[in-house]
Structure formats: structure tokens, C-alpha cells
């Protein structure tokens, strides 16, 4: 078992920028590849970006690739997604999301079986 808590949500105004974090505790961190999904109302969770467990492979969505950073400090238990030049679409309801192994991360969300309660990022125009 993971617990997953995400924090760094909020509201803020296109082109502005938000750091999400998700501090895990349970199990070992460096078992888990990491990544963060979203979900819009109406629409479905989808995923923005992963990284192994290591850090050395990292995992963007077309939609944030180069607006998007996601890192994680092993030290801590925690991973991270910089997020910037943020975007109306970017506008959702956040999940940090946990994936045994370390080396491959699903894309789909049910294949996955460690979440956070999840964080809201609104942007405003």
C-alpha cells in the first residue's frame, strides 16, 4: 500500500504558473514510477506526465509538453509538476497517480491502482 497526498492547487490567471506536489508514504517510493492525470468536468481522467523511479525518464501529454516539468526528490517521498505559461484547458481536477515496478507507468487510469484525493487547478482569463 501507497498513500498519495497532492497540495498546490489554486486559482490563477492564463500564462501564470503553479507547482503541484504528492507526498507519498507506505511502501518504499523508489518502487513506484510516479505520474500526474487530470480531469476536466465532463470529461475523462487523463494522464499528463509521468517518471520513472529514478527520474531518468520522464513522460509528457501533447497538450503540456514543454509548458509541464514533472520531477521527484526520492529524499522526500514526494513528486512534483512544475506547471507553466498555464493554459483555460489546463483548468481540472488534478490526481497524483502510483505504479509498482518503477519502470513503466500505464496511461490509462484503470490500470492503476494508487491515487490521491486529488487537487483543483483553476485558470482564469
Known amino acids: 500500500q501507497v498513500q498519495l497526498v497532492e497540495s498546490g492547487g489554486g486559482l490563477v490567471q492564463a500564462g501564470g504558473s503553479l507547482r503541484l506536489a504528492c507526498a507519498a508514504s507506505?511502501?518504499?517510493?523508489?518502487?513506484?514510477?510516479m505520474g500526474w492525470f487530470r480531469q476536466a468536468p465532463g470529461k475523462e481522467r487523463e494522464i499528463v506526465a509521468a517518471?520513472?523511479?529514478?527520474?531518468?525518464?520522464?513522460y509528457y501529454a501533447d497538450s503540456v509538453k514543454g509548458r509541464f516539468a514533472i520531477s521527484r526528490d526520492n529524499t522526500k517521498d514526494t513528486v512534483y509538476m512544475q506547471m507553466n505559461n498555464l493554459k483555460l484547458e489546463d483548468t481540472a481536477v488534478y490526481y497524483c497517480?502510483?505504479?509498482?515496478?518503477?519502470?513503466?507507468?500505464?496511461?490509462?487510469?484503470?490500470?492503476?491502482?494508487?491515487w490521491g484525493q486529488g487537487t483543483q487547478v483553476t485558470v482564469s482569463s
Open positions: 517518471i520513472t523511479w529514478n527520474g531518468g525518464v520522464t
Open positions: 507506505g511502501r518504499t517510493f523508489t518502487s513506484f514510477a
Open positions: 497517480a502510483a505504479h509498482w515496478g518503477g519502470v513503466t507507468f500505464p496511461t490509462e487510469p484503470g490500470k492503476l491502482r494508487y
